[in-house]
């Protein structure tokens, strides 16, 4: 069975441009988190989505936005990018949004010139 | 807000040999998970081992077992016989148990773990 998958894998984009960084579950997982991990630190967990809705928001701005399709795939929506969002961005799936095993995908790179 | 700790940026070890990583956590809460995360070089987390906070027994995979003092909010990694592929990052991380809120992990700072030859 195939493993969180992330889509695209690198990618560079302009300060103030918009970015959507995609995310499949594992089969039959119905819950998704996004995180973000700055070169150094643990990962910041952004939102977490579940049956289409939005189960739970971290401390990010309002440039951050992030859906839930009928496929349980999501996708997370940056705008107007500046410089510090430059990071590693892991999507990560759970059969249940309580799910106590949760797995990674191998993340996106953003970064942000 | 719960805040995990790891105090160790960085730790050495022979192959071989056994090694511990610490972590510490704050919450007030009484009902959680917890987890240590592996991150190679390769940048994807790997879930070593997890912890419900009610079993006062310590989870064990293999050569991976945690020390889970739940007073003392403390959940330590040990890893007997290290192997060279277990050179990465590796983090701490807390869950609420909560069933219908979605707080996500909140993880440590983590530890990058050496294995020399």
């Known amino acids: ?113 | 807000a719960q805040t995990v700790t790891q105090s160790q940026p960085e730790m050495s070890v022979q192959e071989a040999e056994t090694v511990t990583l610490s972590c510490t956590y704050d919450t007030s809460e009484s009902d959680y998970y917890l987890f240590w995360y592996k991150q190679p070089p390769s940048r994807q987390m790997i879930l070593v081992i997890r912890q419900e906070a009610y079993k006062q027994q310590n989870a064990t995979e293999n050569r991976f077992s945690v020390n889970f003092q739940k007073a003392a909010k403390s959940f330590s990694l040990k890893i007997s016989d290290s192997q060279l592929g277990d050179a990465a990052m590796y983090f701490c991380a807390y869950r609420t148990y909560s069933g219908g809120g979605a707080d996500g992990l909140t993880f440590g700072k983590g530890t990058h773990l050496i294995i020399q030859p």
């Open chain 1, 1 to 113: 069975d195939a493993g969180v998958t992330q889509s695209p894998t690198h990618l560079i984009k302009t300060r103030g441009q918009h970015v959507t960084l995609r995310c499949s579950p594992i089969s039959g997982h119905k819950s998704v988190s996004w995180y973000q991990q700055v070169l150094g630190q643990g990962p910041q967990f952004i939102f977490q989505y579940y049956e289409k809705e939005e189960r739970g928001r971290g401390n990010f701005p309002d440039r951050f936005s992030a859906r839930q399709f009928p496929n349980y795939s999501s996708e997370l929506n940056v705008n107007a990018l500046l410089l510090g969002d430059s990071a590693l961005y892991l999507c990560a799936s759970s059969l249940q949004i309580s799910g106590n095993t949760i797995y990674f995908g191998e993340g996106s790179w953003l970064t942000v010139v």
